[in-house]
């Protein structure tokens, strides 16, 4: 079952986001493309899936191409959930995210990383 396939969308409705998660001490999630309201609730599943593991949670945004208020949005909602395990940790993140994180004052949320 794909991601939009979950969350009750029809196969195919959306180009998915490229997702790979890598869970262990620290998990990281992947992400490149287009992060907004088409996508979002792809991006959140995800998120969740991890938010149930220990350890810190890490996201690349070096393949995000643009993110708008949705994909913002979801990040906070991530951070503010896995916020008693330590900060989440955006990695480099590319200049379409980090714009739009500082644009929107989400920065703050926050540990960023570049490698």
Excluded: K, Y
């Excluded at 969350?7 to 998660?21: I, M, Y």
């Excluded at 287009?34 to 593991?53: F, K, Q, Y």
């Excluded at 890490?58 to 900060?87: I, K, N, Y």
């Amino acid at each position: 079952m794909t991601l939009d396939e979950a969350d009750g969308a029809p196969a195919g409705a959306a180009t998915p986001l490229p997702f790979c998660a890598s869970v262990g001490p620290s998990s990281v999630l992947h992400v490149g493309g287009t992060l907004d309201c088409e996508s979002a609730a792809a991006l959140r599943a995800a998120l969740h899936s991890m938010t149930t593991s220990n350890g810190c949670i890490s996201v690349d945004l070096a393949d995000v191409t643009f993110m708008d208020s949705s994909g913002v949005q979801v990040l906070v909602d991530a951070a503010q959930l896995v916020a008693e395990l330590g900060p989440m940790v955006l990695l480099r993140a590319s200049p379409a995210a980090r714009r739009t994180l500082e644009l929107s004052g989400a920065g703050r949320f926050f540990d960023h990383r570049s490698a």
